[in-house]
């Protein structure tokens, strides 16, 4: 291993704790995103060439660092309370689904902004429509046709969407179509707040066959960004500071490269 090498290994951390300072500013800047799921990196170690050592057997020479890949904390965020009974929040495990009315495309989310639009679909910002059974057991579009026939309407913490009509009767409407999954780490960001289902998603439940593992939804709620920006400061630091020490590597080692070529002269 040469000087040269010594640079390329300063190079791979300058790029490594660059995309580190990436993940911490889009953590940073996400911090009052509603139901946002923070994000790390991963690094690893990189090897090239073989040495022997003692008497038998090789080692590797390190040659610097790589990306590995990023990973997302689903830890469960602050409730914040609204005065709209079709805000909505997951207090425990499971996602909302919607659906995209144009391209049948399904989405997963935390995000339960919702509100209904002017055909009384319960849908997202993005204009998504929310999923739900309907007293029939069907999956579909949420539907409320005539919302002002009803004194009010509230959803129950198992999902149940309930209408008060004029004689103070309940009457059970929809019950949202939550998802959850095996291994979350195989959902894959789609931005929006939204995401979709990997390769790696493993088995996916829902509430109407396992209703046992799904956590409560509160009305009038949205679910804050799980963002620790105390800590997402404090890593901040750390990286700058090997961003710093990795820039100081490749500046000894030119250093180092101009000695040698003095030595000559």
Do not use: C
């Amino acid at each position: 291993m040469g000087i040269n090498q010594a640079m390329f290994n300063g190079l791979s951390g300058l790029n490594g704790y660059s995309s580190a300072i990436s993940v911490v500013s889009d953590n940073i800047a996400n911090a009052n995103t509603t139901a946002f799921k923070s994000n790390s990196i991963q690094f690893g170690d990189m090897v090239n060439s073989y040495y022997s050592i003692f008497a038998s057997g090789t080692q590797g020479a390190g040659v610097g660092v790589q990306v590995m890949g990023f990973a997302t904390d689903y830890a469960q965020g602050t409730l914040l309370d609204t005065s709209k009974w079709s805000d909505l929040a997951m207090s425990g495990e499971g996602f909302f689904t919607v659906v995209d009315p144009v391209s049948s495309k399904t989405f997963y989310t935390r995000d339960g902004s919702f509100h209904l639009d002017r055909d009384g679909y319960l849908i997202n910002n993005h204009g998504y429509r929310v999923q739900g059974y309907d007293p029939a057991g069907t999956l579909g579009d949420i539907q409320i046709a005539n919302p002002t026939d009803y004194i009010s309407i509230r959803v129950e913490g198992n999902g149940d969407i309930v209408a008060v009509d004029d004689t103070g009767t309940d009457n059970t409407l929809y019950t949202l179509g939550l998802k959850s999954f095996s291994n979350k780490d195989g959902l894959v960001r789609n931005g929006g707040n939204l995401y979709i289902t990997g390769p790696e998603i493993g088995q996916t439940f829902d509430n109407a066959t396992n209703p046992e593992i799904f956590g409560l939804v509160n009305d009038f709620s949205l679910e804050g960004s799980n963002v620790d920006l105390a800590r997402q400061m404090v890593d901040m630091i750390i990286y700058q500071a090997s961003y710093n020490a990795n820039s100081k590597t490749i500046t000894t080692s030119s250093q180092m490269i101009d000695t040698s070529i003095n030595m000559v002269r």
